[in-house]
């Protein structure tokens, strides 16, 4: 049986720079959120794998590990999570409850994941008012990482970033449904499935 909300074809599809259809100032959203995830994880990615290659180079070879390793690759890692999640987002690849939702004919279908885009939007966007509010808060503690230095606030400020740039995500998949014909997971994942493909 085939999934009408498989995405795997996308696994395979030729790396190439993002450009969004939709129009006007909602693409120029669209491609600048698409860009800055980009270099969010890519640039968190290859300085965790810089810093973990170098604390083990300096551990086995020079007996002496970097001081900031630990603290520095926690920094990565948040900023990696909270732009990955609105990179998943536009991939169309965050975990969804689709029984219900496959079952329906294509119109329900696609009012329903305008609804849900919608509400998803509405709960990612509170979450970055409530996590900003939490970075606010410790940025008035004056809290700073004992290795690095750094107040603790600026490692946090990826947290309301990432869970805006996810619900604008979802709003924006909200818009494209709107506006297209078609059925869309994201702003550039259609619904739908190859032939050729079979779910096992």
Not at 151 to 173: A, H, R, S
Not at 192 to 199: F, L, N, P, R, S
Request: hydrophobic content about 50%.
């Amino acid at each position: 049986m085939q999934s009408q909300t498989d995405t795997t074809s996308t696994d395979d599809a030729p790396l190439k720079a993002y450009k969004s259809d939709l129009p006007g100032l909602l693409g120029v959203v669209d491609t600048g959120i698409a860009r800055i995830e980009s270099v969010f994880l890519a640039a968190g990615v290859l300085l965790m794998a810089c810093n973990t290659i170098a604390n083990v180079v300096g551990r086995f070879v020079f007996q002496s590990s970097l001081f900031f390793s630990e603290e520095l690759n926690r920094v990565l890692i948040i900023l990696i999570t909270f732009a990955g999640i609105s990179y998943a987002a536009r991939q169309g690849r965050h975990i969804r409850m689709s029984a219900i939702y496959d079952t329906l004919p294509s119109k329900p279908r696609k009012l329903l994941m305008i609804v849900i885009s919608l509400v998803t939007a509405v709960f990612m966007l509170g979450l970055a008012w409530y996590s900003l509010q939490y970075m606010l808060t410790q940025a008035g503690r004056g809290r700073v990482l004992p290795s690095l230095q750094i107040p603790v606030w600026i490692i946090l400020v990826w947290v309301p970033v990432g869970f805006f740039m996810t619900g604008l995500q979802y709003l924006l998949t909200a818009i494209k449904n709107m506006i297209q014909p078609d059925i869309y997971l994201s702003t550039n994942v259609l619904e739908g499935y190859d032939d050729d493909e079979i779910e096992i």
